[in-house]
């Protein structure tokens, strides 16, 4: 490990310049004695570091100096796939791997094209969850990941909506989405998806497992989607919409609400417009179109419009007094 670490402390230097002992420790997760120690480590390798001290000082490589170590590991070299996903790349147990493998990419480009490289990475990163939601726990996600990698069976415990149910999964591929981690997996000679923060156990059983021919995960991801969207979406709800309810339409139900607002007819007086969404069931479309609150109205189906001011009724029945039931004064002294 000291060896990686070292070739990665040279690679800093020779990427980025003078560098500082603190910088250099953060980079690489060491304390500030270690980075001492390895850079007289690298001098008495007949590297040539110089310090120069003062405010603007730190450490350098000799003007003129470069190495050619830069090979790329397997590991190394997979990982640059995610090279715009540091965080998933994290959760993967690939952040130091991801890392070496940028410094060896950068110290291998000439002068011009390496420097973009560090100006798109200075400019431009991914953040995959979405706001306002705590990322799913996800403690197995390193060994389903590596089981991906090595195409080991994984003997595992999964919670569904029915209750929990045992079986033993070729794992094919990992999907972020939305910040969700999704695992696409064999199982009994069929290509399924679970979502991974609901595995409550998960172990290798020592075999390994035969790919099949031809998978395309990304192909798969797209159909099994579309598939999803069309199963889910099975109704739909005619709303009118106050000029306030048209903006939050599509922030609450995205390509659907847009698509929505795209056939809206004419406003009236007030602004209002008359629109038809695509809906989940009755109960799931209950509770998301009370989200747009006293923004909308539901003019049809009969059955979700009864069931949307049925919801309405009970919350205006437990909002009706001006503290709760339960609620008792506190005694003053």
């Not at 609620?327 to 002294?333: D, L, V």
């Amino acid at each position: 490990m000291r060896a990686d670490r070292l070739l990665s402390l040279l690679l800093l230097l020779q990427n980025r310049g003078r560098m500082t002992a603190p910088r250099l420790a953060a980079e690489l997760e060491v304390s500030v004695r270690t980075v001492y120690r390895d850079i007289e480590a690298l001098g008495a390798a007949g590297v040539p570091v110089r310090a120069e001290r003062g405010p603007e000082g730190g450490y350098r490589l000799l003007e003129g100096y470069r190495t050619r170590l830069t090979g790329l590991t397997d590991a190394e070299a997979g990982s640059l796939v995610l090279a715009g996903l540091p965080g998933p790349a994290g959760d993967l147990g690939l952040g130091p791997v991801l890392a070496s493998a940028q410094l060896k990419m950068e110290a291998a480009l000439p002068g011009e094209p390496a420097e973009r490289a560090r100006r798109v990475r200075e400019r431009f990163h991914l953040d995959a969850p979405a706001w306002f939601r705590d990322a799913d726990p996800v403690p197995f996600l390193e060994p389903i990941a590596r089981a991906v990698w090595e195409r080991r069976v994984l003997r595992t415990r999964y919670r569904r909506w029915r209750g929990e149910v045992h079986r033993d999964l070729g794992p094919l591929g990992l999907v972020l989405k939305g910040g969700i981690w999704y695992l696409v997996a064999l199982a009994d000679d069929a290509v399924r998806t679970y979502r991974v923060s609901r595995f409550l156990a998960v172990a290798e059983t020592g075999g390994e497992f035969a790919r099949p021919a031809g998978f395309d995960l990304a192909a798969y991801w797209t159909e099994s989607s579309r598939r999803m969207e069309a199963a889910t979406r099975r109704g739909t709800a005619r709303l009118r919409l106050s000029p306030r309810g048209r903006k939050l339409l599509p922030m609450q139900f995205g390509a659907a609400g847009a698509r929505a607002l795209a056939d809206a007819g004419p406003p009236d007086a007030d602004g209002w417009v008359e629109v038809e969404l695509s809906v989940e069931s009755e109960a799931v479309a209950t509770g998301d179109l009370l989200r747009l609150g006293v923004e909308a109205e539901v003019l049809g189906p009969g059955g979700l419009r009864r069931a949307v001011a049925a919801a309405v009724a009970v919350l205006a029945d437990r909002y009706a007094g001006d503290s709760p039931p339960h609620e008792t004064e506190q005694s003053h002294p």
